[in-house]
């Protein structure tokens, strides 16, 4: 998910009920909610060194308990400066005696402080396993992916959960403080648990739907070729439209999918892309490390030859007349999708990568979009 979904979900946990046990149970659980996708400062390394670590190490089960120490680290260091500085102001003389004392702080208990970055960094995890993009969370064990693939990277509705439970409590603060009823502390734990398990619900709704839509296309005639395997790609906001993708030993055959309605509604004219046939090109681009590292995420991918096809703001390869390039393109399917708009494929593929092939063997350039691989 983005990273707004991660930090919302942090700061629910914590006000749930475990900011009672300790102080600094919100900042922990909202770092350590976000805290694995420290990932992404591979991208200054390029584009094919962000691909292959994104959603890595950080996203896995044997990290997660690093990832909440180093948190709880993190706040030790806080917590140490913060009780130093306070120390020196008690001791400095006060320039007027009859000044009200400051309340004691909460106090920190740090066993409860590292289980609740724990479940923070754990809940990282779970939501980026319900999305299609996946993560490896047994990786270095098992490389596989893992995807639930029903909930969209984004979604609007989660936002309105979460943010209802940082609102409301602070819209009610408001109220009782103009009538005067004294603060309550901890306050927005009930609304934190109704955002979680309506996070929960929504999540089971949108579960039984995708299962509903996959055996609603299991049991239509969508194509008359045998089909091998077949996936199903979210939709924001509404839970009954899905994108369903089947492969058959010669094409992948696509359609449009409502679990409310119980339309599938595809055009073999349209929705169909053949598979694209080898060539040394191709074969020379899969050996690339971008090569690599792609066709171990890309459940769905696609790897195409596209001849002397220059990459839009990418120089191609300046060669002696006697040596050809071509670009080999590796697009995945399921992000290859308007999912924002009426569901069929348009432009360019989100999370295409490219590789400059000269003489059908030899790597001129590789990247993602238009940032090249230095």
Known sequence: ??????????????????????????????????AGDVDILWSFAGPVQELKHHRGITHTL?????????????VWLFHRWRESRRLRTAAAPHPDPNAPTRPQPQQVHWGWLYFTALIAAFSHILLDWTNNYGVRPFFPFNPRWYAGSFVFIAEPLLWALLLLAMIMP???????GEIGVRRKPFRGRGWAIFALVGMTALWCWRWAEHAQAQAMVENTQITSEPVRRIALEPYPVNP???????????????????????????????????????SPAI???????LGQVYLDWGTWAVVRDLGQQPIAGVEPPQLPPNRQWTTVQFTDLRFAYSFLASGKASGRSPLSCWVYIVDGRDEAGEGMGTREQR
């Open 240 to 278: 009954f439209r899905w994108h369903a993708i089947l492969e058959t030993p010669d094409f992948y055959q696509t359609a449009e999918v409502n679990s409310r309605t119980g339309a599938v509604d595809t055009d073999p004219r349209t929705d169909t892309i053949f598979k694209p046939s080898d």
């Open 1 to 34: 998910m983005e990273p707004v979904t991660h930090f919302l979900t942090g700061a629910c946990i914590s006000r749930a009920g475990l900011n009672r046990k300790t102080a600094y149970a919100t900042v922990a659980a909202v770092l350590a909610a976000e």
């Open 283 to 289: 074969e020379a681009a899969k050996r690339t490390p």
């Open 170 to 176: 602070w819209l009610f603060g408001l109220t009782d």
């Open 62 to 74: 044997v990290a997660a308990p690093v990832v909440a120490a180093v948190v709880v680290g993190g």
